[in-house]
């Protein structure tokens, strides 16, 4: 049976166990498990992580813990009972682990390994807590360390900043708010502002000494210099190196490293040094050999500087090599570092040039106990301290130091008789009272240990050496007296053994018989000459002598006499010893009673550091005097006892004054000093009013603290003595003390009077006082004096007084004392300091300390543990809520809406300030109660002021939710705040529906509640959807979803509106709608109706929901584009009608509305809007620019445009896809892009608004703007033929505007374009079909197929793997049919891609004559509507001998919703159609391409365009080899057998035409191999042999003999008439022979129809051959293919223009043959080279001349629908009619419009396309230039016209000029300019354009040729004649001028 448990609550699993049970729980190892019952040996319960899975598990896998339980029964918690650091660590951990993982996977390795260090040290520390070993210290640095480390990760993390107190997290509910407010700054002052130190310490290791010329051992001393005031800071740090350079002790790291401790901020400057000296020991001179003397002397060697301040920007951890500097001459030896300092060059030099001393040097900071946790390492290997010279800037007490600093300066010795001067050794020892010598009490400095002796330097050959070597002697205190110093002078000979003998000796005592020691400072000592055997050892001889020139007696004339004097510098630091004598002379005052005035006197004069010595002494000392002696020395000890009081005020000796307060608790004595204090202390309070001078007053009260602390210590001692006599007495002398106390306070004064600070300095030191005071009185007998002495104070006092500041200090010192924390004692001074507050808020000063006190105030208000509150407390509450409540919320309001100071430091006070009001507020507010609330809300007199509080209260609850009120991290504050704001409007919104609903209605409040509550719910903390499952949990389990509980409140205030709803219709409609955004059901639910209610209100005024519509739309833009909402929200609102589940009242209403079918477009439309706009949103998180980014633009911009008709969105997203097609670099859809927008606006003066990133400024301006952006961006993508038709229409308007400067800059930009078309190279893109399939696509990808337009070198492969790049969970498929069903609905991704064919709408630039391939490589790939694909195929049975009898061709052809390129590299396939080819047209359509690209190659070769003539000699060997084996005797196998003929009876016309096409590729080939022989290499005459044999050979196969005539005629057709060959005079070089000129004659012409008739796109004339001469040596000009496929494509694609014309010699390359006859690899591989693509003909087959007009020059158009019988016979009608008669006048020909170049207008009837005008000879003008004058000879008639007799030919010209005309002479077969002279007297020519750029057509010409200016382009947007297939978008309406 299952139990529930009692104590076995929860547990932690040891080992995993998998739950294969029925019921049972899978459990991991170290998972924590919530126990619920027991039965039998296991348990049932649940995983804390999970708790929703409950589930059974073995007892003996649980460990058993400790556990708290709250809220027992079925929602019981249950807490560990462990130290909550363990439990933070253990939930912090497992926080970590999740986000650890993540960070290898983002690829932050830096990070996840620091973490990964963290984790396992933190993990170590957790082992230690548990073990339970440590130390109660241990325990607390562990603990320590523990959160730092914690802290660390979080910060890194950016995770929450947890409040602790003493390592432990803290409950926010648990402490006051104020307290967590300070809790939390307190921690992130400390994570963001170190706290500079003020100690700092050099750290010193000496690596090794760089030089040439070592041998011998070396000293090394280094020691802290102050520059500034040229003396030592420190002692020296000693270092001895061996002969290499070395330490000589390297086992000993304390030898060779030091620390230079308690470095005052000061002393890191620029002027302060680290000074290296070093010392040889060894031979006198350097040089000197060995073996000359034995005797080692210390000599100089060299000095290093190195400035403290370089230390602070170098990298810690570098180590330095310093320069060594030798002196010039050794006299300069004891200045060598000043000279270095000073760069005094002309005194030292480098001693080597690569001598260098090595050492590490590091600044520590931060006092030595906190470096010794920090550097571990550094004091546990072994470092030496090395100690300022006196003591460090703060004394501690019980410091011990004893240290005798001895610098030996210099010396004036005598000659001796000697020649030479001395070399002068001076030996230092330290003998005791008794002459002996003290052993180990020489030190040369930190790092070795003491000697017996020091030896000093020898400077050679001087009688007056300077030697500045500094010593210490560490004496201890009780061998100072009688002991003294004694230095022996020995002279170093350098001859015979290199004796030292002994000359003389000085000495010194160290302390006086008065008991002073040596006074610091320079003595000059006597040298007492003696003999070199003299024996000193008995010392009393000599210590009668004197031993300084200073206290000489008087008749001692000869030692007065004696020259040689040596001279030291004493420096004692001692906490012992002194040598000040009046402080000795104090001490002993009962020796001399008579000097106690006088010493009492002197005390202020002396030493603070010598009174700290001695403190405890002194003041036994004074209260001794004053028990002795009260009534003559009472008032001077008191001024001695106030000066002693006061110097522990100074920070250096602040840390005595836990020695003052343990002398007065333990040791003093003074039972009857008391009154004497209190008197004093009277008189002085008394005389304050009268004194001129104020100083001595104002110490005696800042003293005040401390005498008080003595009275009631003495009073205490008396009454224990005396069993508590005189109580009574004592009391009166206090209250009038105070009497007199609060007579000085009540004193006004204007300004700042003496007075007046005398008053401030009492107030700062009066809290001191409660403490004592409350010894020997009762609380509320204290609580009465404050309140009285601050009430004595002036209450009328000038703003600027500094009272006012310092009575606020008083307060807030006041309210933290432990007088205040007594409720009985706070009851009393509350209301003092509540009206001290209030008057401070209203009048917004001394604000920083108003925050203090209230902060302190609140912080004391405290809860019962059950909850409740006692009635003093909820009373005190009361009072605060009515005295500052208002005027707290109008202190926030101001100093939230004032401008942040500049400063940093002041920046951060504003802040805190803020912080602190916001803390207080929530405080007082969270401490409210039902009846706060009803008493502050009765307390409103009127209406208008409660709103005004309402107001208030609202917009001060929305500035606390600012993201910016707290530290990003500081979530806890932010869900206490928000906790306390909900719970406030709660209350706050009864008042709001009583108050302010009917008559009584208020928009402005209501708006402000509305408002306040959609800004509190979406706050980003309260996003529980964002946030790790264990922190939801923690804040659902403490404050539920706030969100939930604020939106039901929305909703029923709602619906208590009525009427007024109307009120917020539409303004509230975006707030709403931002709500409903959050991913929270439940409040999506509640909120979603409210919409309903809006339109229903908005139905009921207005008859429609327009409103709600445009807001709504609005709206839902701006927060998706933020990133909110998502699929389940477009699903929940598309389902709005039938969604109120929870309504079912609001159900059955809607179904009654009347605007039910408007309601449900609305929701239709704004579903359709958010599926774009998740699509949108989805594809922006992506990083690069891709075709995914771009589409979803378009078809949100598209979206917006035709189905909202919403302008200033429409154009936002313009830009928006703008700016993605320039970080794509697509800059040609850049400009299509931005050439929308361009079309919006027109050429006007009408002003227009800032808007994006424009300007205010004119349309005209803005329009101009963007034509020169769009006009760079076309430059840019290459487009330049439509940058110029911008150009042109600019130019117009400069033109109009008499702008002649922007003029020319215009056409010379033009003139650039035109030069780039000819001079630079474009690439011809390759265009391909995507279909994406399936559900799992974006909205506009869904089921549909795009046409593509590839990058640069982009080829199908590279394409297919870009598009799987960018889907990559799509399928490619493997075949080109169109999917079914299955795939179109599946839930996956299906990719089909395969390239396409791009159709031409107009072939006029292709097939004109002499147009230059740069100029048709744009014609062929922009603006292309359709595209086609071939699919080969055999229907019926394959014959296997010949598969060409049955190979058809499927050929699909795409028609696209915009022509490419456009706004987008993709666009949508708007209609596809289905053809099938037989094989005859198949066959038909391949020899065609393959006789294009013959008569290109021919033509280039001739030409001589080609580097080398390869690729023609590989084009005829595939045809001819082909051929030879079979290729054309295939098709006469297949197609013109009698079976054939017989049983396809209406294929007879296109047999015939196949026929044709064999012969006319057989002539061709002939002549090719004619023009082969001619530019053959030598090398391959053989290959060009064989061609020959083999052509006759296929000669022979095809059973030609002899060519027909027509092809004897014409060898190579020609389309537009004859080749223009007698351009000039010069002999056509394009002949075989090029030897001599041809005369021409005119041939019949024989017509010819295109086979590619099933292309969709029929070809716009028909060929007419012109015979050529008769001659053998024919003259071909062969025209470019403008679309060729080779011999790999036969079966694929068919050109769109069917006869050739002749043309300039610019003919593109052509692909050399690759596969023969391939068919099915042509499915999904890439086209060799992309077959051509112009212009879309804006005109559509309607608007074009009919046929009979053209005679037989032009075909019908075919019509895609018609089948490919149909469309033959239609173009056999054409054929068969006769030719109408022509007219010789090329402007009377009637022709189809056609579109040589951009800059020409369109017109039906500009030029005829008849062979006059395609090249004839003797007009000797280009077809082009459109010569209006009719040629008066030398004109051919056109081929075409069947004249009775034809004209002679004419005699070729030099230069054949038409009459009448005067147009210049043209030379060479080239285009003419486009833009020439003769536009002025000519209309231009027609104009191609993109829907875009389109111009509306003209269907006659005008009347008169008009002015440039006047021929503009217009509107560059579709109008009434434009393509039907176009969809048009809904009108905008004109609303631009706005924008």
Partial sequence: MWIPTEHEKYGVVLASFRGTVQHGLPLEIGDTVQILEKCEGWYRGFILKNPNVKGIFPCSYIHLKNAVVKNKGQFETVMPVEDSVITEMTSTLREWGAIWKQLYVKNEGDLFHRLWHVMNEILDLRRQVLVGHLTHDRMKDVKQHITARLDWGNEQLCLDLVPRREFSMVDPDEISVTELYRLMEH????????????????????????????????????????????????????????????????????????????????????????????????????????????????????????????????????????????????????????????????????????????????????????????????????????????????????????????????????????????????????????????????????????????????????????????????????????????????????????????????????????????????????????????????????????????????????????????????????????????????????????????????????????????????????????????????????????????????????????????????????????????????????????????????QVLKASDYIFKYIIQSRRLFSLATGGQNEEEFRACILELFMSIRFFLSQESKGISPVTQTQAVFLRTFPAIYSELLKFFTVRDVAGFVRETLASLPTVVQADSPLEAVKLQCISKTVESQLYINPESRCILLPVVLRVLHTCLQEQRDLVMCARIFTSMLSLIKKEDNGTVEPAVSEEVELIVESLLEVLLRTILEISNRPQPAGPAMRLQFQDVTGEFVACLLALLRHMSDKHYQKLLQAFSSKDDLRDFLLHVFTVFRILIRPEMFPKDWTVMRLVTNNVIITTVLYLSDALRKNFLNDNFDYKVWDSYFYLSVIFINQPCLQLESFSPSKRKKILEKYGDMRVMMGCEIFSMWQNLGEHKLNFIPAMIGPFLEVTLVPQPDLRNVMIPIFHDMMDWEQRRSGNFKQVEAKLIDKLDSLMSEGKGDETYRELFNSIIPLFGPYPSLLKKIERETWRESGISL??????????????????????????????????????????????????????????????QNYTEASYTLLLYDELLEWSDRPLREFLNYPMQSEWQRKEYLHLTIIQNFDRGKCWENGIILCRELADQYESYYDYRNLSKMRMMEASLYDKIMDQQRLEPEFFRVGFYGK??????????????????????????????????????????????????????????????????????????????????????????????????????????????????????????????????WFEVEKRELVEV??????????????????????????????????????????????????????????????????????????????????????????????????VPQDMRPLHKKLVDQFHLMKSSLGIQEFPAYV???????????????????????????????????????????????????????????????????????????????????????????????????????????????????????????????????????????????????????????????????????????????????????????TPSPTECQSTSLVSNSPVLSGSYSSGISSLSRCSVSEASGTELPAGDHLPHPLPPPAPLPNSISSGSDEPIRRENKTPPPYSVYERNNPRRPVPLPHSLSIPPQTDPPALPPKPHQIRTGSMKLDGNADPRVPRPRPLPRKVSQL
């Avoid at 995914?1188 to 035709?1202: A, E, P, R």
């Avoid at 003539?1509 to 030879?1524: E, Q, R, S």
């Avoid at 149909?1766 to 006769?1778: H, P, T």
């Fill in 187 to 698: 921690r992130h002052r400390k994570k963001e502002t170190a706290t500079p130190a003020s100690t700092h310490h050099l750290s010193v290791q000496v690596k090794s000494l760089m030089s040439s010329n070592l041998g011998e051992e070396l000293e090394v001393f280094f020691h802290i210099y102050d520059g500034r005031e040229n003396r030592p800071l420190s002692e020296r740090f000693f270092v001895r190196l061996n002969k290499n350079g070395l330490p000589k002790w390297p086992e000993k790291t304390e030898r060779q490293s030091t620390l230079f401790v308690d470095l005052g901020s000061s002393d890191l400057r620029k002027d302060v040094y680290i000074v290296v000296h070093i010392i040889r020991i060894g031979r006198m001179g350097a040089g000197e050999k060995k073996n000359l003397c034995s005797v080692q002397y210390r000599r100089p060697f060299g000095c290093a500087v190195v400035s403290i301040a370089d230390l602070l920007t170098a990298d810690s951890k570098d180590d330095h090599l310093l320069k060594v500097y030798a002196c010039n001459t050794e006299i300069e030896w004891y200045q060598i570092h000043e000279n270095i300092i000073k760069k005094a060059n002309s005194r030292y030099n480098l001693s080597g040039s690569n001598t260098g001393l090595a050492v590490a040097l590091q600044l520590l900071h931060g006092d030595i106990d906190q470096l010794r946790r920090e550097y571990m390492g550094l004091f546990t290997r072994g470092v030496c301290i090395t100690k300022k010279l006196g003591f460090s800037d703060i004394i501690m007490p019980g410091e011990m130091r004893n240290d005798l600093y001895m610098t030996l300066e210099k010396g004036e010795f005598e000659k001796g008789g000697k020649s030479v001067a001395r070399n002068v050794e001076i030996t230092v020892y330290v003998l005791d009272a008794d002459g002996q010598i003290l052993k180990g009490y020489v030190a040369a400095g930190s790092g070795e240990p003491g000697a017996d002796e020091y030896h000093s330097l020898v400077l050679y050959h001087n009688n007056s050496p300077r030697w500045a070597e500094q010593i210490k002697l560490p004496i201890p205190v009780d061998m100072f007296r009688g002991s003294h110093v004694r230095f022996e002078f020995r002279h170093c000979s350098t001859k015979d053994k290199g004796e030292k003998k002994l000359f003389g000796y000085s000495f010194v005592p160290l302390m006086q018989e008065d008991g002073r020691t040596l006074p610091d400072g320079t003595h000059e000592l006597i040298i007492h000459k003696c003999e070199e055997n003299t024996s000193l050892a008995d010392c009393l001889r000599y210590l009668k002598l004197p031993y300084s020139k200073a206290n000489l007696p008087t008749n001692s004339l000869t030692l007065k006499g004696n020259k040689e004097s040596f001279w030291i510098t004493s420096f004692l630091c001692s906490t012992k010893l002194t040598q000040n004598g009046d402080m000795l002379d104090l001490l002993k005052w009962r020796a001399h009673p008579e000097r106690i005035n006088d010493s009492l006197s002197k005390l202020k004069e002396i030493d603070g550091s010598e009174i700290v010595k001695f403190l405890q002494d002194t003041l036994d000392t004074l209260f001794g005097i004053l028990d002795e002696n009260s009534q003559r020395y009472s008032l001077k000890v008191f001024d001695s006892l106030v000066h002693i009081i006061n110097l522990l005020q100074d920070s250096k000796f602040q840390h005595f004054k836990p020695v003052m307060d343990t002398y007065i608790e333990s040791h003093f004595a003074g039972a009857l000093s008391y009154r004497d204090l209190i008197k004093v202390l009277k008189w002085y309070v008394d005389r304050i009013v009268e004194a001129e001078h104020q100083d001595h007053i104002q």
């Fill in 1163 to 1224: 929701i239709a439309t704004v579903t359709r809007l958010m599926e774009r706009l998740l699509d949108y949103r989805d594809c922006m998180k992506l990083g690069e620019v891709d075709g995914k980014k771009i589409g979803c633009t378009v078809s949100l911009l598209n979206f917006y445009k035709t189905e909202l008709n919403k302008e200033e969105m429409y154009i936002r997203y313009i830009h928006k896809l703008y700016d993605l097609h320039l970080k794509a």
């Fill in 1336 to 1465: 799992k696509f974006p909205f506009f990808l869904r089921n549909k197929e795009f046409v593509c337009r590839g990058h640069d070198y982009e080829r199908l492969e590279a394409f297919q793997q870009r598009m799987l790049n960018e889907f990559p969970h799509a399928i490619a498929m493997q075949h080109v049919n169109q999917p079914d069903q299955t795939i179109y609905q599946a839930d996956a991704q299906y990719l089909q891609i395969y390239a396409v064919t791009p159709i031409p709408e107009s072939q006029d630039v292709l097939q004109r004559d002499g147009v230059p391939d740069n100029i048709k490589s744009f014609y062929k790939f922009n603006h292309i509507w359709k595209f086609r694909y071939d699919r080969p195929f055999h229907k019926g049975t394959k014959d296997k001998e010949n598969e060409f009898k049955s190979l058809w061709v499927e050929r699909t052809t795409l028609t696209l919703v915009q022509s490419l390129p456009g706004i987008s590299r």
């Fill in 1478 to 1575: 037989s094989p005859l047209e198949n066959a038909i359509e391949v020899i065609e391409n393959k006789n294009l690209q013959l008569r290109t190659l021919i033509t280039q070769c001739q030409n001589r365009q080609m580097q080398n003539i390869n690729p023609l000699t590989m084009c005829l060997n595939g045809v001819i080899d082909a051929a030879v084996n079979g290729g054309l005797a295939r098709y006469q196998e297949a197609f013109f057998v009698k079976d054939y003929i017989m049983n396809h009876p209406e294929d007879g016309d296109k047999i015939g035409r196949l026929r044709e096409l064999m012969f006319e590729q057989a002539h061709i080939l002939e002549y090719g191999l004619a023009v082969h022989e001619k530019y």
């Fill in 1608 to 1794: 004897r005629a014409s060898p190579v057709p020609f389309t537009n008439g004859s080749p223009r060959t007698y351009r000039n005079s010069v002999p056509s070089i394009i002949s075989p022979d090029a030897g001599r000129g041809v005369a021409r004659r005119s041939y019949p012409a024989v017509n010819r129809y295109s086979s590619s008739s099933l292309s969709s796109q029929a070809s716009n004339e028909v060929s007419n051959i012109t015979g050529q001469s008769e001659s053998s040596d024919e003259v071909f000009n062969m025209q470019p293919s403008p679309s060729t496929s080779s011999l790999s494509s036969n079966h694929s694609a068919s050109p769109n223009v069917t006869s050739s014309a002749p043309s300039s010699a610019r003919g593109s390359p052509q692909m050399a043959e690759k596969h023969k006859h391939s068919r099915e690899n042509a499915c999904l591989s890439p086209r060799e080279r992309p077959v051509s693509a112009i212009f879309s003909n804006p005109l559509e087959p309607a608007q074009r001349a009919p046929a009979h007009q053209i005679g037989d020059t032009t075909l019908p158009r075919s019509d895609p629908n018609l089948s490919a019988p149909d469309k033959v016979s239609s173009v056999k009608n054409a054929r068969s009619q006769s030719p109408g008669p022509m007219s010789r006048s090329p402007q009377k020909t009637a022709m189809p419009p056609f």
